[in-house]
């Protein structure tokens, strides 16, 4: 099980992973910094942040697809 989170996300919180990982502590967790729900690398800004959602051409967070790709790769 690879249970995905970012940082930025407004919809689960980062506690809410660690409760998961807790319940199944032989899965891995991986908490990405800048990455909110909807995968999206983001900052501190709101307006941008709001903006991820809506436009379709706002970059996939990067550290993203690399975590995915090493988990299926294991």
Do not use: C, W
């Amino acid at each position: 099980i690879l249970l995905l989170n970012g940082d930025k996300n407004r919809q689960v919180s980062t506690m809410q992973t660690e409760l998961l990982y807790e319940a199944s502590p032989s899965s891995k967790k991986v908490i990405i910094t800048g990455m909110n729900y909807v995968f999206k690398k983001v900052g501190d800004d709101e307006i941008v942040a709001a903006k991820s959602y809506v436009e379709p051409n706002f970059p996939i967070h990067p550290e993203l697809i690399s975590q995915v790709h090493t988990f299926v790769t294991e």
